[in-house]
Nanobody
Framework: QVQLVESGGGLVQAGGSLRLSCAAS????????MGWYRQAPGKPRELIAA???????NYVDSMKGRVTISRDNAKNTVYLQMNSLKPEDTAVYYC??????????????WGQGTQVIVSS
């Protein structure tokens, strides 16, 4: 069984920073891409950033320059450093990973989400 567990969310003032973490655990053979999404109330879930197993990254235009995605392959963990946060960044942040699991093959897994609230 594979699971993703996020941490690092919370309440921060506008202009502040947060670092989110997402650790994958379980019967994992390999992880290809990992990414961070967010969903604000009443809005669809959107991709913020993604990173491949080789370290190639891509970012949504609205957050370029304010976020950095990274991963530690040895720890099966992906991080999202967010700076210069704005109230409109308030959302539930989710990680997703494309994982080859033992006996289950390849599929996407989602974390449970971590709330980020940015106060003005």
């Amino acid at each position: 069984q594979v699971q993703l567990v996020e941490s690092g969310g919370g309440l921060v003032q506008a202009g502040g920073s947060l670092r989110l973490s997402c650790a994958a655990s379980g019967s994992i053979l390999s992880i290809t891409s990992m990414g961070w999404y967010r969903q604000a109330p009443g809005k669809p879930r959107e991709l913020i950033a993604a990173i491949t197993s080789f370290g190639s990254t891509n970012y949504v235009d609205s957050m370029k320059g304010r976020v950095t995605i990274s991963r530690d392959n040895a720890k099966n963990t992906v991080y999202l450093q967010m700076n210069s946060l704005k109230p409109e960044d308030t959302a539930v942040y989710y990680c997703k990973a494309d994982i080859w699991g033992v006996a289950v093959g390849r599929r996407d897994y989602w974390g449970q989400g971590t709330q980020v609230i940015v106060s003005s």
